[in-house]
């Protein structure tokens, strides 16, 4: 089956530290991969997406690439602030799905001042 | 303006009761969706409707029974409630097609008591 797995949280930075959020992925077909984030009482929004190998998705800071050779998406950003301080989400999306999204667990990111 | 926007935010009641969320969107999409969000943040889709038609139903209890009188809303009917309801309830929506991002509301947290 289709599934996706993302690195335990929480996860505790200081201000302008680098992060990185672990996300890799199992599934039938060639998926599209996406991060949503999720700010503390509100609904989830996309974050980026990539939609074939070796794409770059990128907003806010924030980069992943999409590795079909390690099956991963990883999230990156090099200088975090306190309002990225949210859970995020790594999903998955396969063509004949219908829209489905399947996502991993969610990793709660705190940044300190 | 809300693109997704759901109602009630909060719902309290007993176990055993019967109650319904309901959830609308302004933005022109064809496919509406609900997911459930338990404790631990771990989120997953219940239903999927396209145009009216349902397109997803994944192994949802039949006490669930969704609704969409038209396009733009999809309610979400609940009968016999169980404490193993209590979560967090997200309506979303999205253009038909793959790679679609998906918007979403903000959510409708259930509590049984």
């Known amino acids: 089956g289709n599934s996706v797995t993302q690195m335990e949280g929480p996860v505790t930075l200081s201000e302008e530290a680098f992060l990185t959020i672990n996300c890799t992925y199992t599934?039938?077909?060639?998926?599209?991969l996406f991060w949503y984030v999720q700010y503390p009482g509100e609904g989830l929004q996309l974050l980026l997406k990539a939609t074939k190998a070796d794409d770059k998705g990128s907003n806010k800071g924030f980069e992943a690439t999409y590795r079909k050779e390690t099956t991963s998406f990883h999230l990156e950003k090099g200088s975090v602030q306190v309002s990225d301080s949210a859970v995020y989400f790594c999903a998955l999306q396969l063509g004949t799905s219908y829209g489905k999204l399947t996502f991993g667990q969610g990793t709660i990111l705190t940044v300190h001042p | 303006d809300t693109a997704v926007s759901q109602t009630p935010k909060y719902l309290v009641t007993q176990m055993g009761n019967d109650k319904s969320i309901k959830c609308e969107q302004n933005?022109?999409?064809?496919?509406m969706y609900w997911y459930k969000q338990d404790s631990k943040k771990f989120l997953k889709i219940m239903f999927s409707y396209n145009n009216k038609e349902l397109i997803i139903n994944e192994t949802v209890p039949n006490r669930f029974s969704p609704k969409s009188p038209d396009k733009a809303h999809l309610n979400l009917h609940i009968n016999s409630l169980e404490l193993g309801d209590s979560a967090v309830y997200f309506c979303?929506?999205?253009?038909?097609?793959?790679?679609?991002?998906?918007?979403f509301g903000d959510g409708t947290r259930l509590s049984i008591l």
């Open positions: 979303a929506s999205s253009h038909e097609g793959g790679n679609q991002p998906q918007h």
């Open positions: 599934a039938t077909g060639y998926p599209s």
């Open positions: 933005l022109g999409h064809d496919t």
